[in-house]
């Protein structure tokens, strides 16, 4: 079963600085997904980010990018320029690929607060 | 387009009773799963379903039920409710199995008393 533990329970940043987000994680899959949620106070869960495990090139999307490390089993999203919209609950979540299943296996997150 | 949409967003339910939630996922969309979130066991897997077929199931008692109707939406059930089952429920729709991503709903806040 895969597992993906996310150590840092809160966290805080002031705005426009950077800060990053750890998750490690637990498989014996070769293949597979990464993806960082965000979930605000509003409660819905926003795709943040997603990584390919076969692809060794980091996946950014603006201001988001991660730091895949496969052998280690690691991948941590890193916040560039934090903005006060980015205060939320972030989740590292982890899919099989081409399982025939869309079950995401989520870490416990992390509440990030970005101050002004 | 319209995004995932839940109902109820909210209910109060009582010790005993039974509940239906619903999940209509974004349009063309044919994959729905459903996650309960709480803060002691944080987002757990509930079930899956794929053109009206439950394709995976999380570990969770037989109270909890689902199903999915031809058009894709989503139902599911808790019954016998337990103060436990006090959670925020989450249900994610995705194009189809092996889309890899899911888009979530904003979710029914369950409270049982």
């Known amino acids: 079963a895969q597992t993906v533990t996310q150590s840092q329970p809160e966290m805080s940043v002031q705005e426009a600085e950077t800060v990053t987000l750890s998750c490690t994680y637990d498989?014996?899959?070769?293949?597979?997904?990464l993806f960082w949620y965000k979930q605000p106070p509003s409660r819905q869960m926003i795709l943040v980010i997603r990584q390919e495990a076969y692809k060794q090139q980091n996946a950014t999307e603006n201001r988001f990018s991660v730091n895949f490390q496969k052998a280690a089993k690691s991948f941590s999203l890193k916040i560039s320029d934090s903005q006060l919209g980015d205060t939320a609950m972030y989740f590292c979540?982890?899919?099989?690929?081409?399982?025939?299943?869309?079950?995401?296996?989520f870490g416990k997150g992390t509440k990030l607060t970005v101050n002004p | 387009k319209a995004g995932v949409t839940q109902t109820p967003r909210y209910l109060i339910k009582t010790r005993g009773q039974q509940v239906t939630l619903s999940c209509s996922p974004i349009s063309g969309h044919r994959s729905v799963s459903w996650y309960q979130q709480t803060p002691g066991q944080g987002l757990q897997f509930l079930f899956e379903?794929?053109?009206?077929?439950?394709?995976n199931k999380g570990n969770f008692p037989g109270r909890f039920s689902g199903r999915q109707f031809s058009n894709s939406r989503s139902e599911m059930n808790v019954s016998t409710l337990e103060l436990g089952d006090s959670a925020l429920y989450l249900c994610?729709?995705?194009?189809?199995?092996?889309?890899?991503?899911?888009?979530f709903g904003q979710g029914t806040r369950l409270t049982v008393v």
């Open positions: 979540a982890f899919m099989k690929h081409k399982s025939g299943s869309e079950k995401l296996v």
């Open positions: 994610a729709s995705s194009l189809n199995v092996g889309a890899e991503v899911a888009f």
């Open positions: 498989t014996s899959e070769n293949n597979y997904y």
């Open positions: 379903y794929f053109s009206e077929t439950q394709r």
